[in-house]
């Protein structure tokens, strides 16, 4: 087991710096930089002010150079200025990733919370009534786009309640906080749901149709124990990683939702940024989501040997 | 009795003019005026950037010399009102105008204001002040005629031109002329600004929000009445548009709302007060003369000939808009060419039929027909405002034998890819600072201003935007301009094809909030605007 977490900690430092190059490498691939967005705003470009700019912001030295600079510098907690802002990176990505945080991870136990149950049941009483409705409402949680769900959620509140659950920055409780957060988790969550809902069922079906189900049934095992006890956990296993790789996609589905809610998170600055070739900040939020992802990956790994048995670490 | 009864009336017809009055006296203090905010604006340095993204929100942080007259919509040198300049004069040649400043000013970070500030400024503009320049500088070309700023004392500042230019002082009047500290670094202008305005800047969170509250040692005493001006910025504009609905923000950021969009505002929210105005933004055309095929003035007067301006109007503003040359039209355009002379431009003629019958002939001359068509790429940005309008430009040029395709092309790229003339033809957009000749002329077609994007370059005619610019007789100056634009049309220099109208919308507890109808760019001061709630 330690020899195995330590090989995999090995791969992650390489996957990591496979990202850092690929990151830094592709961000300048993309057409125009940022000294031509700065000047979009002016309505003109002028070579020779562009030319002052870019050596002014280190543009005009070498890409291995300009590489070098980063990753040294954060190696050492250095995550230089942004651009557009010249505010610190740190300062400017900090106060955004704990919202971008609550959000995920309310839409994550909300995509578990409904998902794995309700696929259960949909496999238990696999062509019921039941079954029939689950299946069309994980079917349209997979095909609603967020934003218009999102959408759809804030014009049912204004028209309903005469209230927009858009961001406050100053929440005067928890409880109003949770439910700010809780709209917009829904939202992004509800595609996750499905998904889930749909695997869960499907891997159910599977596993209750194994030798040891009818083993357990034969042995005078109450049917909740067989479900629950004897083939929830063994279904769970392809729900656990892909509840995992969700993780790292539920960003994708953040961006549209944090900007619907208004939610100043870091999803859509990631957007913005990249918008605006802010390089500083588009590299680091990127290197960052990376990490999560590797380490999230890395989790999920050690959580299969606890969910079977017979997965092992050893040689 | 009779004489009594009379009197009686007199006083109930006089009783809603007190009660105005009094009305218009008791304007509260107090309260966050809360707007929405289309974008992420670049900075706030008004100085560097050529959008109301920064002068909306960050006007307020500044005074000008002189500013246009807020609460009256139709800016003119008429409406022109003193701030820092507390008075004004010119010498007799109209060559020097020189500004008394008002005294006992400071600026926000506690600082005296001085004449040297002035001069700090346009020194800064004209690439002057040593140790500190503008990264950007769009608006250099306004004061091509600007030789110099002198001081005399700590209140007193003198423009020196190189000739007469009546209308300098409109420059000054506009929101993109505020006045900086000489001790702050323009680098330091762009994220703490430091003004002497009604409103101290607090914060600006990217793609956030932008704070300002109430500078309690504004000169002009008793203003402001607000606490504060919240923006928040949301680039959704479904979501903002509903939370302006559901009284989330007191005002709409400026001419936000689209025509089809005013519809729902109205409907949805019937008390709210909307200005469908000019926005004194036109939609045009930029064609490379530079090269084949558009370097044959044939082909490129058969294009003028085939546009339809009112169908641009009306599919996307339902009829709404206004069409023009390069001045804004009358009634709000001051300086706009009468409907007649309009119609005898090439191209502005109501028949399009036979307008097109004659760039069709053009096009037959240069060899091509219907067996010969002209294959060519639309460019615009990729955003909807541009690409919708080149997709109708498409559809008119196919009836002069153009078989248009659009090239759509991301922001980043698009002032870069104009700058190098790699395009055949561009939609664009020109906002104009003030609805004045010597903005619109000198900035976007004299020879060597950098945001002339097409290069057009005409001495005859620049010779002529000298002589309007010097002229003091306003009648003649108008026959002046109206001739140039009316060139400038003909040479096809930069084809306008409409002037777009938008709204503003603010809640009715806003009171005294005044949308200017010729420019979007100069009525964002705010300190006489208060909330009845």
């Not at chain 1, 690929?22 to 002016?42: E, H, K, Q």
């Not at chain 1, 997979?142 to 999102?150: A, M």
């Amino acid at each position: 087991m330690v020899s195995y977490i330590i090989r995999r900690f090995l791969l992650m430092a390489l996957t990591l710096f496979g990202m850092s190059v690929l990151i830094f490498v592709l961000l300048r691939l993309v057409p125009g930089n940022i000294v031509d967005l700065l000047f979009d705003s002016a309505g003109f470009v002028n070579p020779a002010d562009k030319a002052l700019l870019e050596e002014e912001l280190g543009l005009d030295r070498p890409i291995i150079v300009q590489y070098f600079d980063w990753i040294t510098g954060l190696m050492q907690g250095d995550l230089g200025y942004s651009y557009v802002s010249e505010q610190p990176v740190w300062t400017e990505i900090a106060p955004r990733i704990p919202i971008t945080a609550k959000l995920a991870v309310l839409a994550l136990v909300f995509s578990i919370i409904f998902g794995v149950p309700l696929g259960v049941i949909s496999a238990v009483r696999q062509n019921t009534m039941t079954d029939y409705i689950l299946r069309v409402v994980s079917l349209s949680g997979l095909s609603l786009p967020s934003f218009w769900l999102g959408l759809i959620i804030l014009m049912l509140f204004v028209q309903w309640f005469g209230y927009m659950p858009i961001y406050d920055r100053a929440p005067e409780s928890f409880w109003i906080e949770l439910g700010m957060y809780m709209i917009p988790a829904a939202a992004v969550g509800f595609r996750s749901s499905a998904l889930v809902m749909r695997l869960t069922r499907s891997s159910m079906l599977e596993v209750m149709r194994q030798d040891y189900i009818r083993t357990a049934r034969s042995k005078g095992a109450s049917e909740r124990s067989v479900n629950y006890h004897h083939a929830l956990r063994n279904a769970l296993l392809p729900v656990v990683t892909i509840i995992g790789i969700e993780a790292a996609f539920l960003i994708g589905g953040l961006i549209v939702t944090e900007t619907v809610f208004n939610i100043p998170g870091v999803a859509r600055f990631l957007v913005e940024a990249i918008r605006w070739r802010d390089y500083p900040i588009v590299q680091n939020l990127v290197m960052l989501i990376a990490v999560v992802v590797v380490f999230t990956n890395f989790i999920v790994d050690l959580l299969y040997a606890a969910l079977d048995p017979r997965i092992k670490y050893s040689e | 009795m009779r004489i009594r009864l009379r009197a009686l009336a007199a006083v109930g017809a006089m009783l809603p003019l007190i009660m105005g009055a009094d009305a218009a006296l008791a304007q509260k203090s107090g309260g966050i005026l809360k707007v929405y905010h289309r974008d992420n604006p670049p900075s706030a340095s008004i100085h560097e950037e050529a959008t109301n993204s920064t002068v909306m929100p960050f006007m307020n942080v500044y005074n000008n010399l002189v500013i246009f007259d807020q609460t009256v919509a139709r800016q003119s040198m008429d409406t022109i009102i003193p701030d820092l300049g507390e008075s004004w004069s010119w010498n007799d040649d109209k060559t020097e105008l020189t500004f008394k400043l008002r005294e006992g000013v400071t600026w926000h970070d506690g600082e005296p204001f001085t004449a040297e500030d002035v001069k700090c400024t346009w020194d800064l503009i004209l690439g002057k002040k040593e140790g500190a320049r503008l990264r950007k500088n769009p608006r250099r070309i306004w004061y091509h005629n600007l030789e110099e700023v002198t001081t005399n004392g700590d209140h007193e500042a003198t423009f020196v031109l190189k000739r007469p230019q009546p209308s300098f002082i409109a420059l000054l009047a506009s929101g993109y002329s505020p006045v900086y500290p000489c001790h702050v670094s323009p680098a330091d202008m762009r994220t703490k600004p430091v003004g002497t305005g009604p409103f101290k800047f607090v914060e600006f969170k990217q793609n956030e929000y932008i704070k300002l509250e109430k500078n309690e040692d504004y000169w002009d005493e008793g203003k402001p009445y607000l606490d504060g001006i919240e923006f928040t910025i949301i680039s959704s504009r479904s979501t903002r548009v509903l939370g302006f609905i559901n009284g989330e923000f007191d005002l709409t950021y400026s001419t936000d709302i689209t025509i089809p969009l005013l519809k729902d505002v109205n409907n949805q929210a019937p008390d709210a007060v909307c200005s469908l105005v000019p926005t004194n933004v036109s939609r045009n055309l930029i064609v490379n003369s530079d090269a084949p095929p558009f370097d044959d003035p044939n082909i490129r007067k058969a294009m003028m000939l085939t546009i339809d301006r009112q169908a641009f109007i009306d599919i996307l503003s339902e009829g709404k808009s206004d069409i023009g040359g390069v001045m804004l039209p009358p009634p709000e355009g001051l300086w706009g060419m009468p409907p007649e002379m309009l119609e005898t431009v090439p191209g502005y003629g109501k028949d399009i039929e036979k307008n097109r019958e004659e760039g069709r002939k053009l096009m037959e001359e240069a060899g091509y027909g219907p067996d010969k068509r002209l294959p060519v790429k639309v460019s615009t940005r990729n955003i909807e405002i541009y690409r919708d309008p080149a997709v109708i430009l498409i559809d008119h040029l196919k009836h002069i034998y153009i078989d248009g395709e659009l090239e759509v092309v991301e922001t980043p790229l698009w002032h870069a890819k104009v700058a190098r003339k790699d395009y055949m033809v561009g939609m664009n957009l020109t906002g104009v600072g003030v609805d004045d000749p010597d903005v619109v002329f000198y900035e976007n077609f004299a020879c060597d201003s950098e945001r002339n994007y097409t290069g057009y370059c005409n001495k005859e005619l620049e010779e002529l935007f000298d002589k309007q610019s010097a002229e003091t007789d306003m009648e003649a100056r108008k026959k002046l301009v109206w001739e140039i634009d009316k060139k400038l049309q003909e040479d096809g220099a930069r084809p306008i094809i409409w002037h777009e109208r938008a709204a503003t919308c603010h809640q009715p507890w806003v009171k005294d909030y005044t949308v200017a109808e010729n420019s979007s760019y100069n009525g964002f001061r705010w300190e006489h605007v208060w909330l009845d709630k």
